[in-house]
Nanobody
Framework: HVQLVESGGGSVQAGGSLRLSCEVT????????IGWFRQAPGKEREGVAA?????GSRYYSDSVKGRFAISQGTTLDLQMNSLQPDDTAVYYC???????????????????WGRGTQVTVS
């Protein structure tokens, strides 16, 4: 039974940093990509960052480019710097399929999801 387990959320003041981690409990078939999404109250779930499994190309949304960094080792980590109140959301780790240069990147191609971790920036 595949599980993705997030950790590292919390509350921070604007300008601060947090590091999220995602542990994948076993190998996931039919996926080539793993990433982070977020959903704020009343908003749609949006892709934040992603990486092809085994390393390689990375994707960042325009809203986090230059502030967030995704890395993959024994866990999938998201280093978040210069956090702003607009970054407040539940952050989800997910595994699924990515195509080319992350063409059409979005949640619909991701079938495996963690339960999420809250990030609050005040």
């Amino acid at each position: 039974h595949v599980q993705l387990v997030e950790s590292g959320g919390g509350s921070v003041q604007a300008g601060g940093s947090l590091r999220l981690s995602c542990e994948v409990t076993e190998y996931i078939r039919s996926t080539n990509c793993i990433g982070w999404f977020r959903q704020a109250p009343g908003k749609e779930r949006e892709g934040v960052a992603a990486i092809y499994m085994g390393g390689g190309s990375r994707y960042y949304s325009d809203s986090v480019k230059g502030r967030f960094a995704i890395s993959q080792g024994t866990t999938l980590d998201l280093q978040m710097n210069s956090l702003q109140p607009d970054d407040t959301a539940v952050y989800y780790c997910a595994a699924g399929m990515c195509y080319g240069d992350f063409d059409g990147f979005g949640p619909n191609d991701f079938n495996y999801w963690g339960r999420g971790t809250q990030v609050t920036v005040s």
